[in-house]
C-alpha cells in the first residue's frame, strides 16, 4: 500500500516528564511511516448524500487514559470503515481517535489543545466542536469503499491506489444544516487500516454547475461541448472548438470512439479583460475518471475551445 511521504513538523514529545531527579533526555517519538493530511474544504465530491448532524460535547483534548471500547476488526477498509461509521455514530470519539486514526492524526494541531484528526472533526462537523452548543445529532453512513478517483478532495499522486470510504452524513430535516458527505482515505499501519486523510463537504456545493440561463456563457458553451461529447455527436462537438484546435477535434473524436464521458467539475473562470478562460472537467472511460481541461478564447462567433486534454491539472 503505497503510504504518503511526508510528517507534520517533528516528532512530539511524550506528555508529561517526572520532577525528580532530573530524567535523561527522551528518546525522539518513533513517527509512523503514515500521515494525517488536512483536506482543505473542497467542492468536487458528487451525487446525493443523507443529511447530517450532532450535538456532542467531546473532551477538546484526547484523555490518553480513558478506557477503550471493544476491540474493532481492521483487517480490511470496509470493515475498518464500518467501525469508523459505528464508533462516529455512538458518539465515541476516543475510539475513533485512538484507534481508527493513524497515529500521525493523534499528534497535537499547530498552537492548539486539539489532535490534529480532531481539527479536521471539528472543522467539518461543527457539532462536534467542543464550543459548539448545538443538540443536532447527526448520522454517519458508510456509502461506498472503493479505490480512490481523481475527483476525491484527498487525492493526491502520492495515494493514487488508495482506498477511500465514502460517508454520508444525515441531519435531522428541521436542523436547517446542509448536506454533507466525507471523503475518508484508509492505509495500513501496524497491519491495521486506519483513517489518515479525511474532509467532508456540504453536498449542495459539491455538484457539478447547473445549466448555465445562458447557452453563449463560456460556462453554458463548454456544457453543450460536453453534452455533444456525451452523445457521441462529433459535429455538434466542432461548435464549441476554434476553427484552429485541431488537436481538440482529434481528442474529441477519440474519446467518442472510446465510450468516454464528460462532466463539468465547476464553473468556467475568465480572465479580467474577459477574452480567455480556464474549463476544468472530469473525463470518464470504463468507470474511471481522469482529469481534463483546457482553455478558450473569444472570437466574433462567441467562446470556444482552443486547447483540451484529460491530463490538466
Not at 163 to 183: C, F, H, N, W
Not at 205 to 225: H, L, N, V
Not at 275 to 297: C, H, I, P
Amino acid at each position: 500500500m503505497t503510504q504518503p511521504p511526508y510528517q507534520y513538523g517533528p516528532p512530539q514529545q511524550p506528555w508529561g516528564q517526572p520532577a525528580m531527579p532530573p530524567p535523561p533526555p527522551p528518546a525522539p517519538k518513533k513517527t509512523s511511516p503514515v500521515v494525517f493530511v488536512l483536506v482543505g474544504i473542497m467542492v468536487v465530491l458528487l451525487g446525493t448524500a443523507g443529511v447530517l448532524g450532532t450535538g456532542l460535547l467531546w473532551p477538546g483534548w484526547m484523555k490518553s487514559a480513558k478506557t477503550i471500547s471493544a476491540p474493532v476488526d481492521q483487517s480490511t477498509p470496509e470493515s475498518a470503515a464500518k467501525a469508523v461509521e459505528e464508533a462516529l455514530n455512538r458518539r465515541d470519539l476516543d475510539q475513533f481517535l485512538n484507534v481508527l486514526v493513524c497515529k500521525d492524526g493523534r499528534n497535537k494541531a499547530e498552537n492548539k489543545d486539539i489532535t490534529l484528526a480532531e481539527e479536521i472533526l471539528y472543522r467539518d462537523i461543527k457539532a462536534f466542536d467542543p464550543k459548539s452548543k448545538s443538540d443536532v445529532q447527526p448520522v454517519f453512513k458508510v456509502d461506498e469503499v472503493r479505490k480512490i478517483k481523481p475527483s476525491d478532495p484527498v487525492y493526491r499522486d502520492e495515494n493514487k491506489d488508495a482506498t477511500v470510504a465514502i460517508m454520508s452524513v444525515e441531519y435531522p430535516k428541521d436542523s436547517g444544516l446542509e448536506k454533507q458527505r466525507g471523503v475518508l482515505a484508509l492505509f495500513q499501519e501496524d497491519n491495521k487500516y486506519v483513517v489518515c486523510e479525511m474532509g467532508f463537504v456540504p453536498v449542495a456545493e459539491s455538484q457539478e454547475p447547473p445549466p448555465d440561463p445562458d447557452p453563449a456563457s463560456p460556462t453554458g458553451r463548454m456544457q453543450a461541448f460536453a453534452k455533444a461529447v456525451n452523445d457521441k455527436d462529433i459535429a455538434a462537438a466542432r461548435l464549441y472548438m476554434c476553427a484552429s484546435a485541431r488537436a481538440v477535434n482529434t481528442w474529441a473524436e477519440k474519446a467518442i470512439a472510446a465510450g468516454g464521458t464528460l462532466r463539468l467539475h465547476d464553473k468556467v473562470t475568465t480572465t479580467k479583460a474577459e477574452d480567455s478562460g480556464q474549463v476544468r472537467m472530469w473525463y470518464v472511460l470504463n468507470g474511471t475518471e481522469t482529469r481534463a481541461g483546457g482553455f478558450l478564447k473569444k472570437e466574433s462567433d462567441g467562446w470556444c475551445l482552443f486547447t483540451f486534454n484529460n491530463d490538466a491539472k
